[in-house]
């Protein structure tokens, strides 16, 4: 069969609001920050809202469908796509550009011993010491390595890599709020029958404890891909079409597979609606099973997919004593970041 996104043709973005409700009861928890816990806030009216799952969580939780972490590789439909495979030295799978927090700029990847694709990098990317990123040239580099890094973006912050200037943004971001939402206390005792009375702070005792979740009338996930963005790289036709159809993979098996985002929040998806543009109906998650493997087929001539592995040691190329430049901790930027 052949995916038709003709409707996608001269739209810059692609809206999706997918409606949610707890799979049982009616009661979930959302995701929570340091020091705040739950975002709650008010809407423009003033109705009660709640973020149940930041656009950094979603990133996270979308690349996961798309991992087989038995097999150590892509689902059996997204095979054959690039990807950056971390070992310790005995060849013992350690991480991936897929599941790390920063993807390509994981310190796995870049920090250790092991300059494989640091040295690719600088070798494909050298005439961008200076000037303008050239972004076009930026996409198809990393395509290369991680195709992931396209859709989910990429902060390069390494001073030896174009001064630390080599960032994409997201193509393809999402979020899950609640409106109308109330808090449901309540909580619990963690018991201990041999000494009640025992030292807490050594995990003996009966320990009382409190637990906040949330109800609400309505639950949404919303996504977003920006199509002018993947048009503005200047990629051959294939590789688009491919880029779209694996976003769309993306939020179908997300919404199939990945709405179990807690153990006190089990959510089930009860309806698909396209904001934008009108017209364009989602493909089916089996029709994308379907469809992707020959459009990766296609696409690899243009898009030189390639597995790289990369043997990390333990060791760092920073010098003793200091925080290697563009490490996780150095990285300003939010597109990666993990938050449970």
Same mark, same amino acid.
């Given at each position: 069969?052949?995916?038709?996104?003709?409707?996608?043709?001269?739209?810059?973005?692609?809206?999706?609001?997918?409606?949610?409700?707890?799979?049982?009861?009616?009661?979930?928890?959302?995701?929570?920050?340091?020091?705040?816990?739950?975002?709650?806030?008010?809407?423009?009216?003033?109705?009660?809202?709640?973020?149940?799952?930041?656009?950094?969580?979603?990133?996270?939780?979308?690349?996961?469908?798309?991992?087989?972490?038995?097999?150590?590789?892509?689902?059996?439909?997204?095979?054959?796509?690039?990807?950056?495979?971390?070992?310790?030295?005995?060849?013992?799978?350690?991480?991936?550009?897929?599941?790390?927090?920063?993807?390509?700029?994981?310190?796995?990847?870049?920090?250790?011993?092991?300059?494989?694709?640091?040295?690719?990098?600088?070798?494909?990317?050298?005439?961008?010491?200076?000037?303008?990123?050239?972004?076009?040239?930026?996409?198809?580099?990393?395509?290369?390595?991680?195709?992931?890094?396209? !859709?989910?973006?990429?902060?390069?912050?390494?001073?030896?890599?174009? /001064?630390? %200037? @080599? &960032?994409?943004?997201?193509? +393809?971001?999402?979020?899950?709020?609640?409106?109308?939402?109330?808090?449901?206390?309540?909580?619990?005792?963690?018991?201990?029958?041999?000494?009640?009375?025992?030292?807490?702070?050594?995990?003996?005792?009966?320990?009382?404890?409190?637990?906040?979740?949330?109800?609400?009338?309505?639950?949404?996930?919303?996504?977003?891909?920006?199509?002018?963005?993947?048009?503005?790289?200047?990629?051959?036709?294939?590789?688009?079409?491919?880029?779209?159809? !694996?976003?769309?993979?993306?939020?179908?098996?997300?919404?199939?597979? /990945?709405? %179990? @985002? &807690?153990?006190?929040?089990? +959510?089930?998806?009860?309806?698909?609606?396209?904001?934008?543009?009108?017209?364009?109906?989602?493909?089916?998650?089996?029709?994308?099973?379907?469809?992707?493997?020959?459009?990766?087929?296609?696409?690899?001539?243009?898009?030189?997919?390639?597995?790289?592995?990369?043997?990390?040691?333990?060791?760092?190329?920073?010098?003793?004593?200091?925080?290697?430049?563009?490490?996780?901790?150095?990285?300003?930027?939010?597109?990666?970041?993990?938050?449970?």
């Amino acid at each position: 069969m052949s995916l038709n996104l003709s409707a996608l043709n001269n739209a810059p973005r692609l809206l999706l609001r997918a409606k949610l409700r707890p799979l049982q009861g009616t009661r979930f928890q959302p995701t929570g920050f340091p020091e705040i816990g739950a975002a709650q806030y008010e809407g423009p009216d003033g109705t009660p809202m709640l973020l149940v799952e930041s656009a950094q969580s979603m990133a996270n939780r979308m690349e996961a469908v798309c991992w087989d972490k038995v097999a150590d590789d892509w689902v059996r439909p997204l095979k054959g796509l690039s990807v950056i495979k971390v070992t310790d030295k005995d060849g013992k799978p350690l991480t991936n550009s897929v599941q790390e927090a920063h993807r390509i700029n994981s310190p796995y990847i870049l920090e250790g011993q092991d300059r494989t694709v640091f040295d690719i990098l600088k070798a494909g990317l050298a005439d961008m010491e200076e000037g303008l990123v050239d972004l076009r040239k930026l996409a198809r580099t990393l395509m290369a390595l991680d195709i992931n890094a396209l !859709l989910h973006g990429v902060f390069l912050a390494k001073k030896e890599l174009a /001064g630390g %200037r @080599l &960032r994409l943004p997201r193509a +393809l971001s999402a979020f899950i709020e609640a409106s109308n939402s109330k808090v449901a206390a309540s909580g619990g005792v963690k018991n201990n029958s041999v000494n009640p009375s025992g030292d807490t702070s050594k995990g003996f005792g009966n320990v009382p404890f409190s637990r906040d979740e949330f109800v609400s009338s309505e639950i949404f996930a919303y996504f977003n891909l920006d199509l002018a963005q993947l048009r503005g790289y200047g990629l051959p036709e294939s590789v688009y079409t491919l880029l779209v159809a !694996l976003a769309l993979y993306k939020i179908r098996a997300f919404l199939e597979y /990945g709405l %179990r @985002l &807690r153990t006190a929040c089990d +959510l089930e998806c009860d309806g698909i609606e396209i904001q934008r543009p009108t017209g364009f109906e989602l493909p089916a998650l089996a029709d994308l099973e379907q469809v992707l493997p020959g459009l990766i087929s296609v696409a690899k001539p243009d898009a030189r997919f390639e597995v790289t592995t990369v043997v990390y040691t333990g060791g760092s190329r920073a010098k003793k004593g200091k925080k290697a430049r563009g490490s996780a901790d150095d990285d300003s930027s939010d597109n990666e970041d993990k938050e449970d």
